[in-house]
């Protein structure tokens, strides 16, 4: 993943960009002795695709500016049956098998990396995924069985761990022709997705259906079952010809302080998360204070003021003061609750969380207090061992360490104190694979240190997004296939994610590229084996705002989602989702902002502005995305002006150099 950011650059409206830089006139540029006086020149055109930013930023590695093309309408299924939000699924599941539910909670990097971003704002495309995703879940879009007599490999791989990047492998090797088997220690797959993520913002018949589709191709599952203890891993090495570990993270880090270890009322925010999607609540914390400052710790926040205080309790539900008996959405006849307090801690200032801004909007107005800029420094208990409250700080960060500033001392009560400050993982009954870290080692085709048949992904190599596990399961699931076929690991490329292919898009529109026979033979445009002044530099390139004409795109504000606002007064007891999707109109609008960086989308910019009658629409016949235009060399002059009026940068000058 290629980390952008344009949020903090100047915002120009489409209104301020021109040619000339400051000073400059067009005596500067000498267009005459361009255009009038050249009669020959060593640059010309070249239709160069490169990978737009959004998808170098995006961890799964999703072809955003191919799925966002169909929205807008500019590439149409080859069945003029097919619904485009059909095609556009088809698209996004190259990369990524779970729309609807990365729609929901991705933190979407891509939209902080689009190059909308110097013009107005960013593509909604967090919000697009979630309507096409939330479309095919309602229409039945299946994946169906891949498998056939004619690619099935008969190879068998094992994947321990049935979360996102299990799962995600899952999917991609199934459609490899590979046998698989998930193991999961849990009674439902989903790992994080389900346990760890609030039901108000996956909900879970969304996930159910995702999960469901991906089992449907084929996938053989063990849940309940966990490695090392109901099968070990020597029976694994023996049965199958690869193991992927996608166990995940499932271990919280207490926190380092004195009075943090066996004391009940502390527990970490993996704990409390599982416990709650497990279907279990927390029964008499009135006040919990929880230290972090990422996502988990929003949700435990956010979750601890929906459950609220138990105040009544059945007897035969036999709390024991820690985590109670009652069902977490079904608690309204059994109890009375009272509203929590909700204390979210964090070492560095509230503007500098990792949480996403949204997301600690959300959490403040919902009545959970914030304080940043403060450090644990113990916990304080009563006679009984219980923890009362925590010894805080103001402290100023050093890096990621944080310095306490004396005489700042303070203390927050609590009931229940949550850490949420790291992960890591469980190796109980295969502890040799563990690193000094608690995570795994794996090289850069996802192999694990020193096991021959043993591949990894997800968060036990490297805890993040969701989006990023399952890019380490696209990846590996190609490693994994290359070791079971006897082929020799390849270096991957520069530019990691799925991209535009022209020779597949010729083909599917029935236009294929014909074979090249070799030799060497003199430069043409007419050749069929050969694709006229074409370039592709996506797997190393990324595209940049500087190389696009953004004078050609005007202000287009941002289709929003509808949101359901929820304040102090009613999240208690308020588990309903917070989003709704773009209608089918938005969702078509976002994709008409796309900017189509590094791919051309047919705007005419070149063929009318072109002095020299040089530039021509291929005809309708042979026309295909990212082949519109073409160049007749015999009149061109390299004047430049095709590539000047690009909006997309993907006319660049260089034949000849």
């Known amino acids: 993943m290629t980390t952008i950011n344009k949020k903090n650059l100047p915002k120009t409206e489409g209104k301020f960009f021109r040619r000339f830089r400051e000073g400059e006139s067009p005596k500067d540029w000498d267009l005459e002795e361009k255009i009038f006086v050249a009669d020959h020149s060593y640059k010309c055109p070249v239709y160069v695709v490169k990978t737009p930013p959004c998808s170098a930023s995006c961890p799964s590695g999703h072809d955003i500016r191919g799925w966002l093309a169909i929205a807008r309408g500019m590439d149409k299924p080859t069945d003029e ?47 697009l995924e ?35 990047a299990g799962l995600a492998a899952a999917y991609f090797l199934r459609k490899k022709g590979h046998n698989v088997t998930i193991f999961d220690e849990h009674e439902k797959l989903g790992g994080m997705m389900r346990y760890g993520i609030p039901t108000y913002r996956v909900p879970r018949d969304k996930l159910d259906a995702e999960i469901k589709r991906i ?64 279907g279990w609540v927390y029964g008499t914390a009135k ?64 503007d500098q969380m990792v949480a996403a801004e949204h997301e600690r909007q959300e959490a403040m107005r919902e009545g959970v207090k914030i304080l940043g800029g403060v450090m644990p420094l113990e916990v304080i208990k009563d006679d009984s061992g219980k923890a009362v409250g925590l010894k805080m700080c103001e402290c ?25 400050i790291g992960q890591y993982g469980d190796f109980e ?25 043993h591949f990894a992904g997800g968060d036990i190599i490297r805890p993040h997004l969701l989006t990023t596990a399952i890019g380490h399961a696209r990846i590996a699931a190609d490693e994994i296939d290359h070791f079971l076929s006897g082929k020799p690991l390849e270096k991957r490329p520069k530019v990691d994610v799925a991209h535009f292919n022209l020779l ?113 629409r291929v005809p309708k016949s042979e026309r295909a995305v990212g082949r519109y235009v073409f160049t007749e060399y015999t009149r061109c002059v390299g004047c430049h002006i095709c590539s000047d009026v690009c909006p997309t940068g993907y006319i660049k000058m260089g034949l000849g150099q």
């Open 130 to 164: 979630h309507y096409v995703g939330d479309w095919a879940i309602e229409n039945n879009m299946a994946f169906g069985e891949p498998v056939t007599d004619a690619n099935e490999t008969r190879k068998k791989v094992a994947i321990i761990g049935g979360g996102p």
């Open 81 to 127: 049956n097919m619904p485009w939000q059909e095609y556009a699924f088809q698209r996004m599941t190259k990369a990524n098998p779970f729309p609807a539910v990365m729609g929901r909670v991705c933190p979407a990097p891509c939209e902080d990396g689009c190059n909308r971003n110097v013009v107005d704002e960013y593509v909604g495309i967090n919000a």
């Open 215 to 278: 089992i449907d191709m084929g996938v053989e599952v063990r849940t309940n079952t966990r490695v090392g203890r109901d099968v070990s891993v020597e029976q694994l090495e023996d049965e199958y010809d690869a193991i992927f570990w996608a166990i995940g993270a499932q271990k919280g880090r207490p926190l380092p302080i004195p009075g943090w270890s066996d004391c009940e009322n502390c527990i970490t925010g993996v704990e409390f998360l599982e416990a709650f999607n497990q």
């Open 396 to 420: 100023k960060m050093d890096g990621m360490t944080p310095i306490p500033i004396e005489g700042t001392e303070f203390t927050l009560e609590a009931d229940l104190i949550v850490a949420a």
């Open 504 to 616: 597949n898009e010729l083909a599917q529109r029935g236009r294929p590229v014909q074979p090249y026979e070799g030799g060497q033979v003199p430069g043409t445009s007419s050749a069929e084996w050969a694709v006229h002044n074409f370039e592709d530099r996506a797997s190393s390139d990324v595209i940049t705002h500087e190389e696009m004409f953004l004078g050609h795109f005007t202000e287009m504000p941002r289709a929003k989602r509808e949101e359901i606002p929820i304040d102090a007064e009613h999240v208690l007891g308020n588990f309903q989702e917070r989003i709704k999707p773009l209608t089918e109109e938005q969702a078509k609008y976002e994709g008409e902002r796309c900017m189509s960086c590094g791919l051309c989308f047919e705007c005419d910019n070149c063929v009318i502005f072109c002095p020299q009658d040089a530039v021509h």
């Open 429 to 453: 009954g295969f502890e040799d694979l563990a690193n000094e870290r608690g995570f795994m080692d794996t090289d850069s085709y996802f192999r694990v240190a020193g096991k021959e048949k």
């Open 287 to 350: 006040k919990i204070v929880v230290v972090g400052g990422g996502d988990t710790s929003i949700d435990v926040a956010s979750v601890a003021r929906r459950l609220g205080h138990i105040t009544e309790v059945r007897k035969t539900d036999n709390i024991d003061g820690k985590i109670g008996g009652f069902t977490a959405d079904d608690v309204a006849g059994i109890l009375r609750r009272e509203g929590v307090e909700a204390t979210l801690t964090s070492l560095f200032p509230i």
